[in-house]
């Protein structure tokens, strides 16, 4: 592929134009809850002690040109990774030989894995599982004249976020690009600036309709007298990305008439309960503005336990703990969870040995050609637990530069990069080199470029790298594999700087984004 697509684009703004495309943009995300709380460093806390303010999410005036090739597939690879990741939770025991060797080293996996051992001691209450899960790309143009390739960054199954943001960041640059209708004034004229350009997203009815499916599932309330029935969101302590969450529960109430509540990770012990005389385990919820009603929880959505930081205390495990053993359909499970460790995703790539991809989808129908267009989404990838070729490409500071080294974690920040590696891995003990992952540089296009309005209000031109998440809903029996629903819907794009090697946007490092196809 060339850069001629990337060679004039975005326009030129002149002062006048780039005021008002600003300034749209502000009142728009205002208006539309494209928003998320202030960081600290912008506003203090002495500035804002309630907590009452908000500010534009960090967004790109512009849509990003993406191949449509590669966001095609992506959409049509998104069902058959969703039955993958089902088919890896449904079997315990191949997820705790692949976490053996990082259990002795990394105490939040070994504290996930306990959890898991605690509760099927005592015996699952429930066997339905729900996965909310994002599969993150880039289009990977090793070279100007390369077809671009869909590659794969990582594969989410908790909290995978921006959903309800991407969808409004669609809807913004759709009114753009179509406002007037056929006579769009907010942009310069472009050939990839047409009305219509920008492709649907259906994230938040996507996303919201698969916790609704699981909630059906549920039945009815296990108690007696019986209770009514609603959804959780686990959240995090001062959650900045509240508006996001906020799309998929209101969808959630207005449309399909559930009750849903938010409770933070820290008071999950203070405000539900499991009777001790039930032998269903229902989890029960009494909200604290409403002490006198009780609600069955049919559902637990986790937007928070998915990084160490989020465990402050052995209190916060027994939480976690007491979730997984209520009847509760959990999203995700911790099983699942594991299942999204970098350690999977690296064993799942390897060229070598048993052919876990086709083992994994033997049972789902999925055609020969259908595992090997997944395969291929698949960046080169090595385990650095024992000596071999991922040590060798990553102690040498010359094939170093073209790698990342990734932790079993999740969220922004945690990589280590280029040649940066080999210093980092000789600063740690070598037993934990087993904690980490090594992975081959995607390579998007050099030429893409983009303007971002940050959250501070400053705006940024210049070199961009895109990022595509593509959501995926599916509900299944853990007991017999059987899945119950399965969908695809919604996209995320994310842009960075050029040169910025993280991708996060509640993390500072991105901006929200959409895309033009061509």
Same mark, same amino acid.
């Given at each position: 592929?060339?850069?001629?697509?990337?060679?004039? #684009?975005?326009?030129?703004?002149?002062?006048?134009?780039?005021?008002?495309?600003?300034?749209?943009?502000?009142?728009?995300?205002?208006?539309?809850?494209?928003?998320?709380?202030?960081?600290?460093?912008?506003?203090?806390?002495?500035?804002?002690?309630?907590?009452?303010?908000? &500010?534009?999410?960090?967004?790109?005036?512009?849509?990003?040109?993406?191949?449509?090739?590669?966001?095609?597939?992506?959409?049509?690879?998104?069902?058959?990774?969703?039955?993958?990741?089902?088919?890896?939770?449904? /079997?315990?025991?191949?997820?705790?030989?692949?976490?053996?060797?990082?259990?002795?080293?990394?105490?939040?996996?070994? +504290?996930?894995?306990?959890?898991?051992?605690?509760?099927?001691?005592?015996? #699952?209450?429930?066997?339905?599982?729900?996965?909310?899960?994002?599969?993150?790309?880039?289009?990977?143009?090793?070279?100007?004249?390369?077809?671009?390739?869909?590659?794969?960054?990582?594969?989410?199954?908790?909290?995978?976020?921006?959903?309800?943001?991407?969808?409004?960041?669609?809807? @913004?640059?759709?009114? @753009?690009?179509?406002?007037?209708?056929?006579?769009?004034?907010? #942009?310069?004229?472009?050939?990839?600036?047409?009305?219509?350009?920008?492709?649907? +997203?259906?994230?938040?009815?996507?996303?919201?309709?698969?916790?609704?499916?699981?909630?059906?599932?549920?039945?009815?309330?296990?108690?007696?007298?019986?209770?009514?029935?609603?959804? @959780?969101?686990?959240?995090?302590?001062?959650?900045?990305?509240?508006?996001?969450?906020?799309?998929?529960?209101?969808?959630?109430?207005?449309?399909?008439?559930?009750? =849903?509540?938010?409770?933070?990770?820290?008071?999950?012990?203070?405000?539900?309960?499991?009777?001790?005389? /039930?032998?269903?385990? %229902?989890?029960?919820? =009494?909200?604290?503005?409403?002490?006198?009603?009780?609600?069955?929880?049919?559902?637990?959505?986790?937007?928070?336990?998915?990084?160490?930081?989020?465990?402050?205390?052995?209190?916060?495990?027994?939480?976690?703990?007491? !979730?997984?053993?209520?009847?509760?359909?959990?999203?995700?499970?911790? !099983?699942?969870?594991?299942?999204?460790?970098?350690?999977?995703?690296?064993?799942?790539?390897?060229?070598?040995? %048993?052919?876990?991809?086709?083992?994994?989808?033997?049972?789902?129908? &999925?055609?020969?050609? &259908?595992?090997?267009?997944?395969?291929?989404?698949?960046?080169?990838? #090595?385990?650095?637990?024992?000596?071999?070729?991922?040590?060798?490409?990553?102690?040498?500071?010359? &094939?170093?530069?073209?790698?990342?080294?990734?932790?079993?974690?999740?969220?922004?920040?945690?990589?280590?990069?280029?040649?940066?590696?080999?210093?980092?891995?000789?600063?740690?003990?070598?037993?934990?080199?087993?904690?980490?992952?090594?992975?081959?540089?995607?390579?998007?296009?050099?030429?893409?470029?983009?303007?971002? !309005?940050?959250?501070?209000?400053?705006?940024?031109?210049?070199?961009?790298?895109?990022?595509?998440?593509?959501?995926?809903?599916?509900?299944?029996?853990?007991?017999?594999?059987?899945?119950?629903?399965?969908?695809?819907?919604?996209?995320?794009?994310?842009?960075?700087?050029?040169?910025?090697?993280?991708?996060?946007?509640?993390?500072?490092?991105?901006?929200?984004?959409?895309?033009? !196809?061509?």
């Amino acid at each position: 592929m060339t850069d001629s697509v990337y060679q004039d #684009y975005p326009p030129a703004l002149n002062p006048a134009q780039k005021e008002f495309l600003v300034k749209t943009v502000k009142d728009w995300a205002t208006q539309n809850g494209l928003q998320v709380r202030p960081a600290p460093a912008f506003v203090s806390k002495e500035s804002d002690p309630h907590g009452v303010l908000a &500010t534009n999410a960090p967004v790109t005036l512009f849509p990003s040109p993406f191949p449509r090739t590669c966001f095609e597939e992506a959409k049509a690879l998104q069902t058959v990774y969703n039955k993958l990741y089902a088919a890896i939770t449904c /079997n315990e025991g191949w997820i705790g030989k692949i976490m053996e060797d990082l259990i002795d080293v990394d105490d939040f996996v070994s +504290n996930l894995w306990k959890v898991h051992l605690a509760v099927q001691k005592e015996g #699952y209450a429930q066997t339905l599982s729900l996965g909310l899960f994002r599969s993150d790309y880039m289009a990977h143009t090793p070279s100007d004249s390369a077809t671009p390739e869909l590659k794969q960054v990582e594969f989410n199954t908790i909290s995978s976020s921006f959903g309800g943001l991407s969808s409004r960041v669609a809807s @913004l640059h759709s009114e @753009l690009l179509d406002s007037p209708p056929g006579h769009p004034i907010a #942009y310069p004229p472009h050939s990839l600036l047409r009305p219509g350009a920008i492709p649907e +997203n259906t994230a938040v009815e996507v996303l919201s309709a698969g916790l609704a499916r699981a909630h059906a599932a549920y039945g009815a309330s296990k108690s007696q007298p019986q209770l009514p029935i609603c959804i @959780l969101f686990v959240v995090q302590e001062g959650e900045r990305n509240i508006f996001d969450q906020l799309a998929l529960s209101r969808q959630l109430t207005k449309v399909h008439k559930i009750p =849903t509540f938010r409770i933070l990770s820290s008071e999950i012990l203070n405000h539900t309960t499991i009777p001790d005389s /039930n032998p269903s385990r %229902p989890l029960i919820y =009494t909200p604290p503005h409403a002490s006198t009603t009780q609600f069955e929880v049919t559902t637990v959505y986790l937007r928070a336990f998915y990084a160490p930081t989020d465990y402050k205390s052995s209190r916060e495990w027994e939480a976690r703990t007491h !979730l997984e053993r209520s009847a509760a359909i959990k999203c995700p499970s911790v !099983l699942n969870q594991l299942s999204g460790s970098k350690i999977v995703q690296q064993v799942l790539a390897t060229p070598t040995g %048993p052919d876990h991809l086709k083992s994994f989808l033997s049972d789902t129908n &999925t055609d020969d050609s &259908t595992i090997s267009r997944l395969r291929a989404t698949f960046a080169p990838q #090595y385990d650095l637990s024992s000596t071999g070729k991922g040590r060798d490409l990553a102690l040498n500071p010359s &094939t170093a530069e073209n790698h990342v080294l990734k932790p079993q974690r999740e969220g922004g920040g945690n990589n280590i990069y280029k040649s940066a590696i080999p210093d980092f891995l000789n600063s740690i003990p070598e037993n934990e080199w087993k904690r980490w992952i090594l992975m081959e540089l995607i390579h998007p296009p050099k030429a893409a470029k983009n303007v971002a !309005l940050r959250s501070d209000g400053e705006v940024l031109s210049g070199g961009v790298i895109g990022e595509l998440g593509i959501y995926g809903t599916i509900l299944w029996d853990q007991k017999d594999g059987k899945v119950h629903h399965n969908e695809q819907g919604g996209w995320l794009m994310r842009t960075k700087a050029e040169g910025v090697n993280e991708g996060g946007v509640a993390t500072g490092f991105s901006s929200l984004d959409s895309v033009v !196809l061509f």
